[in-house]
T-cell receptor
Framework: AQKVTQAQTEISVVEKEDVTLDCVYE???????LFWYKQPPSGELVFLIR??????QNEISGRYSWNFQKSTSSFNFTITASQVVDSAVYFC?????????????FGAGTRLFVKA | DAGVIQSPRHEVTEMGQEVTLRCKPI?????LFWYRQTMMRGLELLIY????????DSGMPEDRFSAKMPNASFSTLKIQPSEPRDSAVYFC????????????FGQGTRLTVV
C-alpha cells in the first residue's frame, strides 16, 4: 500500500542550527516520484522539489538539501543554517501510478519552529 | 495564469447545513485532487479526477461527502449534512496527468461547522 510517514510532528530549533526532516515511504511500484512541499503560516502549499525513483543523487539548493535512499525508503530534507523564515509545516509526498492516472498522497507533515 | 482558485476562502455554517466548496483548476491541467487538512490527520486525499472522471474516492470519509467535476474548469465538493468534525481546511490541487508533475494548490477553504 502507498504510505508516507513523517514521524516528527514538531521540531523546534534555534536560528542557524541545521535541521533534518525525515520522510519514509512505502510503495509497491518501481516507478514513483517523491516531493517536498512547504506550507508557511499563510497557509498555501509551495512545491520545493521532486525526485524520481531512479535517481538517487542527492540534491542541494542553497541551504536546502535532500537525501534519497531507496535502500531505506527514505527521502530526508535538511535545512542548513536555519532561519526564522523557514518556520512552516513541511510535507513529504509520494506519487505513483494508479488506475486511470496517478495518485499523490502526503505525509502528516512536520511543523518546524525556528526561533531567533 | 491565476493559479488554482478556490471559493469561498472561509465558510462558517451550522451543523446539518449543506456546504459546497468550489474549485477552478489551472487551465490545461487534467487531473484534480481534493484534500482535507486537519491537525490530527494532516493532509488527506479525499478524491481525485482525471479528465473530469472520478478515479479514486476511497478517501471520502462518508456518504455525506460528494464531489463532482462537470467540466475541465470546475469542481465541487459537497458535504450534506455537515457536522462539526468536518471542520478543516479543504484544498484543491491540479496538475497535468503525469507521474512527475507537482501539484499546484489553491489557497484552501477553511470550513468551520458549529
Amino acid at each position: 500500500a502507498q504510505k508516507v510517514t513523517q514521524a516528527q510532528t514538531e521540531i523546534s530549533v534555534v536560528e542557524k542550527e541545521d535541521v533534518t526532516l525525515d520522510c519514509v515511504y512505502e510503495t509497491r511500484d518501481t516507478t514513483y516520484y517523491l516531493f517536498w512541499y512547504k506550507q508557511p503560516p499563510s497557509g498555501e502549499l509551495v512545491f520545493l522539489i521532486r525526485r524520481n525513483s531512479f535517481d538517487e543523487q542527492n540534491e542541494i539548493s542553497g541551504r536546502y538539501s535532500w537525501n534519497f535512499q531507496k535502500s531505506t525508503s527514505s527521502f530526508n530534507f535538511t535545512i542548513t543554517a536555519s532561519q526564522v523564515v523557514d518556520s512552516a509545516v513541511y510535507f513529504c509526498a509520494l506519487s505513483e501510478g494508479a488506475a486511470g492516472g496517478f495518485k499523490t498522497i502526503f505525509g502528516a507533515g512536520t511543523r518546524l519552529f525556528v526561533k531567533a | 495564469d491565476a493559479g488554482v482558485i478556490q471559493s469561498p476562502r472561509h465558510e462558517v455554517t451550522e451543523m446539518g447545513q449543506e456546504v459546497t466548496l468550489r474549485c477552478k483548476p489551472i487551465s490545461g491541467h487534467n487531473s484534480l485532487f481534493w484534500y482535507r487538512q486537519t491537525m490530527m490527520r494532516g493532509l488527506e486525499l479525499l478524491i481525485y479526477f482525471n479528465n473530469n472522471v472520478p478515479i479514486d474516492d476511497s478517501g471520502m470519509p462518508e456518504d455525506r461527502f460528494s464531489a463532482k467535476m462537470p467540466n475541465a474548469s470546475f469542481s465541487t465538493l459537497k458535504i450534506q449534512p455537515s457536522e462539526p468534525r468536518d471542520s478543516a481546511v479543504y484544498f484543491c490541487a491540479s496538475t497535468m496527468t503525469a507521474l512527475n508533475t507537482e501539484a499546484f494548490f489553491g489557497q484552501g477553504t477553511r470550513l468551520t461547522v458549529v
